[in-house]
């Protein structure tokens, strides 16, 4: 059986209904140049030291802002990156294969090395499930440089894995992940992703029940090696 894994990254394009269907991203300052510094340093940084070699990666982009489609082109070191802005352009891409393992990462977070391996493993013994979903992980600080166990039972680090049938429209039928762990074949034990607290992220403060014990010293100097963060 051939299998075809995609991590797609949600870039410029609006959210739609029951969200704010205008693009407020035109309405910030600065947005774009944020957000290519936070996607090179950390999301694709850390895509491209997976272990697991045989992937694509395609970044969900509003065709109305072309400019800034075409700056974020420009940062992708090989043809595994792509800007992805209608259904052609998926439709043509979706053949091949008989399995899908469509991955979801923000651009602004990290996975680890074998995050994508864990899922291509899960995703062979799948029995009534329809994803993968990581349980645990950190949060990093990237003011203070500070690293907290992450420790939520849903997050949204998770894969859709499908047949050649199994999309709804251009943009694959990731759920929620809040709503996605009955689905799931869960991830369990393994520390593998980094939610990244920035200027612009007021979602994933390192505050409330989700947040663990802080890592010190050594501890936190190895998290900080083994998933490309900043050292102290």
Not at 1 to 22: A, C, D, F, Y
Not at 124 to 144: A, L, N
Not at 151 to 168: E, I, M, Q, R, W
Request: with cysteine; proline share 5%.
């Amino acid at each position: 059986m051939k299998v075809k894994t995609i991590v797609w990254v949600r870039w410029n394009l609006p959210l739609g209904p029951p969200h704010e269907s205008r693009n407020i991203v035109r309405e910030r300052a600065g947005w774009n140049a944020e957000r290519l510094r936070l996607w090179r340093r950390y999301c694709m940084a850390s895509l491209l030291r997976q272990t697991h070699g045989q992937f694509e990666v395609w970044l969900l982009c509003d065709p109305a802002l072309d400019r800034w489609n075409r700056e974020l082109a420009a940062t992708f070191p090989d043809d595994r990156f792509q800007v992805v802005c209608d259904s052609h352009t998926v439709a043509a891409r979706m053949s091949g294969a008989d399995q899908y393992i469509f991955a979801r990462i923000d651009s602004d977070d990290v996975y680890g090395d074998d995050a994508l391996a864990t899922y291509a493993s899960a995703a062979t013994d799948m029995g009534d499930k329809r994803y993968v979903q990581c349980e645990e992980g950190w949060v990093f600080d990237e003011q203070s440089g500070r690293i907290w166990e992450w420790n939520n039972p849903s997050p949204a680090f998770f894969a859709l894995v499908t047949g050649p049938d199994g999309l709804d429209t251009y943009h694959p039928h990731l759920a929620h992940h809040g709503r996605i762990r009955p689905e799931s074949v869960e991830i369990i034990g393994r520390r593998m992703f980094v939610v990244i607290c920035h200027g612009g992220n007021v979602c994933n403060r390192p505050r409330g029940r989700w947040v663990g014990q802080e890592m010190r010293g050594a501890q936190r100097d190895a998290v900080a090696e083994e998933f490309g963060l900043a050292p102290r």
